[in-house]
């Protein structure tokens, strides 16, 4: 671990330098979507790239994200890897028919004579004080969706790893991006990858419960485990890492270790992420439980107006209000 | 808006008497270069091609596919544009382009295959350069423009090579040119300047929505706001259809961008084989476009020209035989392989793919075997 050539970034950063890697790799890398040449994106992930790269690797898409999607699409039939980047969570809808009925069939539809290697890059969730529809999280109608695969980075380096290995895959990956915690900091080992696209990873090791959480929830998660510890409970923390698929064998050997568990996630819980991997460790578990599985989410409401998301997201407390319930019994 | 009332290159009239207007000579000039096996071979092919539908209908009416998307009524906007298509260029129809399949080397079984329910495709685009059908409309223009943004930025545009040169032609009806999606791609395609042109088979009913509940303005200017400039082209003549789809490749090819295409036809048949066309329509407008039939009016041009029986019985007695030919294939068509279900969902492995595939293996074997 000495040898390795550790860098300090912040998501974003780390997503850039990802970025960076990809587009060097493969000339066949595009970038595009809304505003993220000269300005680099609202959210600057992709600043700098523009004089690297000139403007036939990354350029601005006119405001259509069915058009960002659907030529997508058609770059990758052409031999293209788009990386397209939706601006904000709330934005993906217009893309949604391209993304459902087109990008995630066409390989099944052409009987694998055609592959999607296309990325769709979102900044998702809540706890910026936005407008409306700048706070969603949209990743149940991804991860519902046959044919794509669903992932989200929750610390700098798995934002750096993860996004290569999406560009990399033969097919469409939805990137979902914690928006709050893009100027969160960590190491980024700059060498290896740390694992594979699709695998969880267990973040804290415990004995008594074990929370699951993925992207900006993530950090909220492991805060709740740090004053679940203060109050003698030993909380695993495990982060999705990849929603679809999601990695089951390291979920169910952590369940078969802490007999309860708790799911924490910012979107609605009706019909949620949170609600199969509910149900399937239910399937799959069902002896080693000695509670049920209880999932903290938003409130089945539209996202609430910002004076409001505080109370909205679920917090550490809320987190662990949970956590009592399910060793109360 | 009387579709008569605007201007509309025609060089075959509906009594099959050939004659180009000044304002069009150059597309004439595309029709001169043509020799009489060529013209043909456009005869051939539409006359194939409708009783390929015929035959179609009455397979989907004795049960043996599930669907059936006549096409009957525009042959010549099909064959005509198809074969103006060059040896690089890529095609994304809609799902009635049958006539253009077969200017491309798809396999009529395949299309059968698909609206028996056997696949969802199953020709190979790469191979073929004809793209899969697109069933969600419009969705396909978008991948069109896609597509040749990748050409142009593979600098195959306008490179003087013809070997090298290539450009997308996308089809679409006028029912589609009302989705968000069509919009979209002339606008892509005007910024980018990308090489393709726009084909609409205006064959003025979607499903039981006339034209005159699609579009205010006629469609072929439907491009302008975006830059897109559009002819209209008689869609019931092969030479026209074929002339101007040549032109407007080629200039696409070179590098000067975006074009539209207004083929104006009429479907005879029924959307689909679901469809029933005499609750929204007078049968004295079907009879008036069947007075302007593409192939009955190719054929008196071709007499005129010389062509002898012998060539219209050859190819009605092919005919024949194709009819009887895809009947036994499409009997013959086995029933996919179950475990197919799970193929090429994903090109990589997938962990609930491979358990779902291992379930179902495993199920029906406890069931004592699935064929």
């Known amino acids: 671990m000495a040898m390795s050539n550790y860098q300090e970034m912040a998501i974003a950063k780390a997503l850039n330098a990802g970025l960076r890697k990809a587009m060097q790799r493969d000339d066949k890398v595009l970038v595009f979507g809304e505003d993220v040449a000269r300005l680099g994106g609202v959210f600057r992930v992709t600043e700098g790239l523009l004089d690297e790269f000139g403007d036939s690797r990354i350029f601005n898409s006119p405001i259509a994200e069915s058009g960002i999607v659907g030529t997508a699409i058609g770059l990758a039939m052409r031999g293209y890897r788009s990386v397209a980047e939706i601006q904000f969570d709330g934005f993906v809808f217009p893309a949604f028919n391209q993304i459902t009925t087109q990008l995630a069939r066409l390989t099944y539809r052409s009987e694998g004579f055609q592959q999607m290697p296309v990325v769709i890059r979102i900044p998702v969730g809540g706890g910026i004080g936005a407008v409306e529809h700048h706070s969603e999280s949209p990743e149940a109608y991804f991860a519902h969706t046959p044919g794509l695969r669903v992932v989200s980075p929750s610390n700098p380096n798995d934002a750096y790893w993860m996004i290569q290995q999406a560009i990399e895959s033969p097919d469409p990956v939805i990137f979902l991006e914690p928006k709050r915690r893009y100027w969160q900091k960590g190491p980024v080992n700059l060498d290896t990858a740390p694992l594979p696209l699709h695998s969880a990873r267990m973040l804290r090791e415990g004995t008594d419960l074990t929370l699951i959480a993925h992207g900006p929830m993530v950090a909220t998660a492991l805060q709740a485990a740090e004053l679940g510890a203060e109050e003698g409970i030993s909380i695993e923390v495990i982060d999705l890492r990849s929603l679809s698929p999601v990695d089951y064998p390291t979920l169910l050997a952590s369940v078969q270790k802490t007999s309860r568990v708790v799911i924490a996630q910012e979107a609605p819980n009706n019909v949620s992420l949170g609600s199969e991997i509910a149900a399937r460790i239910a399937e799959q578990a069902y002896y080693y439980l000695e509670a049920p599985v209880i999932r903290v989410g938003g409130f089945d409401t539209p996202y609430p107006p910002a004076k409001l998301e505080e109370e909205y997201l679920p917090d550490a407390d809320r987190i662990l209000e949970a956590v009592d319930r399910v060793l109360a019994y | ?371």
């Not at chain 2, 090579?161 to 989705?179: K, M, P, Q, R």
């Not at chain 2, 104006?264 to 007075?291: C, F, M, N």
């Open chain 2, 1 to 371: 808006m009387t579709p008569a009332t605007e201007p509309m290159l025609q060089l075959l009239a509906p009594d099959g008497s050939y004659g180009v207007e000044k304002e069009y000579s150059r597309y004439g000039e595309v029709i001169d270069s043509l020799g009489e096996d060529q013209l043909k071979t456009f005869y051939r092919d539409m006359a194939r091609i409708r009783r390929f539908d015929q035959e179609a209908i009455a397979l989907q009416r004795q049960g043996q596919l599930g669907l059936w998307v006549p096409a009957i009524g525009q042959e010549a906007a099909q064959i005509g544009s198809g074969y103006a298509v060059g040896k690089n260029d890529h095609i994304f129809p809609s799902y009635r382009e049958h006539g253009v399949a077969i200017t491309h080397g798809v396999e009529l079984m395949s299309i059968l295959k698909m609206m028996r329910g056997v696949n969802h495709g199953g020709w190979n685009p790469e191979e073929t350069r004809f793209h899969l059908y697109a069933i969600v409309l419009g969705s396909q223009v978008l991948h069109a423009v896609g597509y040749a943004m990748g050409v142009k930025l593979d600098g195959k545009v306008g490179t003087g090579d013809l070997d090298n040169d290539l450009a997308v032609i996308s089809y679409f009806g006028d029912g589609a040119t009302a989705e968000g999606d069509v919009s979209e791609s002339l606008l892509f395609a005007a910024v980018n300047e990308a090489p393709i042109v726009f084909f609409i088979q205006n064959n003025q009913w979607a499903i039981s929505s006339n034209i005159t509940s699609q579009t205010k303005v006629p469609l072929y200017r439907r491009g302008e706001g975006f830059g897109v400039p559009g002819l209209r082209v008689d869609g019931n003549d092969v030479l026209a259809c074929y002339a101007a789809t040549k032109i407007h490749m080629d200039e696409a090819r070179e590098g000067k961008g975006p074009y539209l295409l207004e083929a104006l036809t009429y479907r005879i048949g029924a959307h689909t084989t679901s469809d029933d066309p005499t609750k929204y329509r007078d049968e004295e407008e079907v009879e008036y476009w069947r007075q302007r039939d593409p192939i009955a009016r190719f054929e008196v041009f071709l007499r005129r020209q010389g062509v002898e029986e012998d060539f219209f019985e050859e190819v009605a007695v092919a005919g024949d035989e194709l009819a009887k030919d895809i009947r036994e294939q499409t009997f013959a068509l086995p029933k996919p392989p179950l475990e197919s279900i799970f193929d090429n969902v994903y090109s990589d492995d997938h962990p609930e793919i491979n358990a779902q595939r291992a379930w179902l293996r495993a199920y029906e074997d406890q069931m004592g075997g699935h064929e």
